[in-house]
Structure formats: C-alpha cells, structure tokens
C-alpha cells in the first residue's frame, strides 16, 4: 500500500513539474505576455497600417471633394465632369453669392436660431423631466414614467401628429419646428439614470440645511451632470439642425425653410440656384450646390470637438443603471 501511494506521489509531481516546464507556465512565471497579447510582427504592423490608411483616405476624400468643388470656378467643373477633387485655383465666389442675402443667408439664421432656442427648451424640460422622475417620493412618478417608456417604443403616426400641430395653431409656425419634438423620450431615460447615480447623501444633507427642490437641482445636480447634459444638448442640437421632414409638413411659407430643406432642394433635388452679384458670371451650379453643402456640415463640425470629451462619461455613466 506505501509503494502505490508512492508511485502516484510520484506521478503527481512528475506531472506539477511538467506543468511548470511548458512555455504557457514559463511565461506566467516570468509575467510574459501570452502570444495573443504579444507584439505583431512588422508584416501585420503593415498590414494595419495599410487598412487604416485606406480607411482614413476613403473616408476623407469625399469631405476634400465637396470642398475642392465649392472652391472651383466653371472652368475646373467642367474639365473635371463636374466634381473636382482638388482645385489648383480656389475662389470663393459660390460662398460669396450664397451668403449675399438671398434664401440661404435666410435659411442659415432660421436654422441657427431653431437649434439655439429648441437645445434651450428642450434641455430645460428634459432635465426638469428626469429630476422628477429620478426622485423616489414624487407623486405619480411611476405611471409617468411608463408614459415616457410608451413613448419611446410607440411612436404617434404621422397624421395624428400633423392633426396635432394644426388643432395647436402652429402650422406655418417655427414653434412647429420645436415643441412637438422638444423631448426625447431616451434622452430623459438617459438623464433620470445619471441622477439616480448621485449619491443621495448630498441631497439629504441639503434638505437638512433647508435647500429647496429647485436650489438642489441648480447647485448640486446641475454641477455634477455636466458632462450627461452636454451630451443631451449636443443630440438636441443636430438633431434641430439636421431636421427637415417637420419643415416638409408644417411649413408653407418658402421664407421660413431651415437650411437643411433648402439643401434638399438645390442639392438633392437639382434644382438651380439663380442669383447673380452686380451682373457678373455666376458660379457653376455644383459649386453652388456643394458650398450649401458645406455650410450644413461646419457648424456640427465645430462645436462637436469641443463637446467630444463628455460624450463618452456621459453616456455610459447615465445608461449604466435603470
């Protein structure tokens, strides 16, 4: 009976010490990185460069397209059928005709004041939203929030929506534009879960000092969600800005297109821009039609870098808990 305890002791280690002995244990041992965490090889470092390069280039050129396009005069659109990839001779004549005062200039202050007014609005309401939701002794906050919850999953049709906004007096208005969609049911969802985050010590503690609900909300929670609601405002924003269907529906007068129906009309529907400067040549059309192109895109373009550094903790932090 000793000799067969002895011979599988033996075993044992014989097998511990091969286990040790493998590359996989040695490297453990050492804390040496697995093979699939190691360092590629310079073939596959290439290769990588390569795609990313190739991403980035295909990505790219169509944005350097459109505004080597906007920059051309006649002659280039024309030896280049119509879409140039890079012009040698840039004018800045379609900017110049766009922006003297004809419907685009107008279309640009509709649009930029839509997007101020409606991110406003629909900050202050959804913030207002969400705290009184986040709060567990609000009266009937549970049947509210299964209205909004019903709203993000069933959405109104389009004709009882437009019946709506005509009952409301608000056809051919710019608050057509803004109050039927002020508040988004997943931005609320999204705020109420960042407020459930915030310790409810600091709002206990500021109740016994004699705070009231709207000094909590200005003074504690507010500071504290900044980077939640920059993001919310900057969804609110392209959102405003981006927006043409409501316009399609609710506005009759021309005088009162967003930027983004006037694009549609002279970008994707072809239509011609005719408006000349004291009598000269005007600009091609496609240098028209891409420079009100780039007009849409910049101001995104702009304020989104300066708003990128909360997006990510914004978002993860108010959607982690329910």
């Known amino acids: 009976m000793t000799n067969s305890v002895l011979k599988k002791s033996n075993r044992h280690n014989a097998v511990q010490s091969q286990r040790r002995s493998s590359p996989r244990a040695r490297r453990l041992a050492g804390n040496e990185r697995p093979l ?13 460069a390569v795609v990313l390069t190739v991403a980035c280039v295909l990505v790219i050129m169509p944005f350097v397209a459109v505004i080597s396009t906007s920059l051309s005069d006649e002659e280039t659109v024309r030896q280049a059928g119509g879409f140039v990839l890079w ?10 005709q766009i922006f003297s005062g004809g419907v685009v200039t107008r279309s640009v202050l509709v649009s930029t004041g839509v997007t101020v007014v409606g991110t406003l609005i629909s900050i202050v309401t959804t ?41 409301l007096g608000l056809i051919d208005s710019y608050w057509a534009l803004i109050l039927p969609v002020c508040v988004n049911a997943f931005n609320v969802i999204v705020v109420r879960s960042f407020f459930m985050d915030i310790p409810q010590e600091l ?4 109740r016994i000092d004699g705070a009231t609900e709207f000094t909590i909300l200005n003074r504690i929670i507010l500071p504290l969600s900044r980077a939640v609601i920059a993001v919310v405002a900057l969804f609110y924003a392209v959102g405003y800005w981006n927006a043409f269907f409501n316009a399609v529906l609710y ?14 009309t002279f970008v994707v529907q072809g239509q011609t821009y005719q408006q000349s400067l004291d009598g000269s040549i005007p600009p091609p059309q496609a240098a028209l039609q891409m420079a ?3 007009v849409s ?14 997006f990510a903790k914004g978002m993860l932090t108010g959607a982690v808990k329910g």
Request: charged letters at 15%; hydrophobic letters at 50%.
């Open 36 to 48: 699939w965490m190691g360092r590629p090889s310079p073939a596959v470092q290439t290769l990588k």
């Open 87 to 96: 012009t040698t001779e840039p004018t800045f004549a379609a900017y110049q």
């Open 127 to 167: 913030v207002a939203l969400a705290y009184g939701l986040a709060r567990p002794k609000t009266l009937g906050a549970k049947p509210l929030l299964m209205t909004v919850l019903f709203t993000l999953l069933f959405a109104p049709g389009l004709i009882p929506s437009y019946l709506m906004v005509k009952e």
């Open 203 to 206: 709002i206990d503690s500021a």
């Open 251 to 264: 506005l009759n007068d021309n005088a009162k297109w967003p930027l983004q129906l006037v694009l549609r």
């Open 292 to 294: 009100i192109l780039v």
């Open 297 to 310: 895109i910049v101001p995104i373009l702009i304020v989104y870098p300066f708003l990128q550094k909360h």
